[in-house]
């Protein structure tokens, strides 16, 4: 089965509260699934790959085979393509993580899009942000 996912990740300052959104959608445009939490104090980048990572757990769950992602990151794409280098340790641990995660699909294709084709993915990312700082202003 082909999975069409569109990943997000979101910070409100660098470092600083961040959060993910994936959506997976069949080959028919269906909605199957759609995740968007907060991932405490990160950086943009970091978000960016928890989010990737979050999104190729949800299609192993989901059955998938192989996977069109979608972001609007272009740093996360060229560097899980091998276009560019990653030196920062911590991103380098989420890139190895991704492509141990990746081998489990026949095959992954990560591309990256404008921001305007990956609204949605921003929305869920942005609405676990306003959530959490909503319950924060209400003390909760």
């Known amino acids: 089965m ?37 991932l ?21 769950e989901l059955g998938g085979r192989r996977l069109k992602v979608r972001s609007d990151s272009q740093l996360l794409v060229r560097q899980f393509n091998g276009q560019y280098r990653v030196k920062n340790a911590r991103l380098a641990g989420f890139l190895s993580e991704a492509h141990r995660l990746a081998r489990g699909f026949e095959r992954v294709e990560l591309v990256h899009v404008p921001r305007e084709e990956n609204k949605r993915a921003d929305e869920l990312a942005n609405e676990a942000l306003d959530a959490q700082a909503a319950k924060q202003t209400q003390g909760i």
């Open 2 to 38: 082909t999975l069409l996912i569109h990943i997000d990740g979101a910070a409100r300052g660098n470092p600083g509260p961040a959060s993910l959104g994936v959506v997976i959608q069949d080959e028919a445009g269906r909605a199957l699934r759609e995740a968007g939490r907060c």
């Open 40 to 60: 405490g104090e990160q950086t943009n980048n970091t978000a960016e790959y928890e989010a990737l990572l979050e999104a190729l757990r949800l299609a192993a």
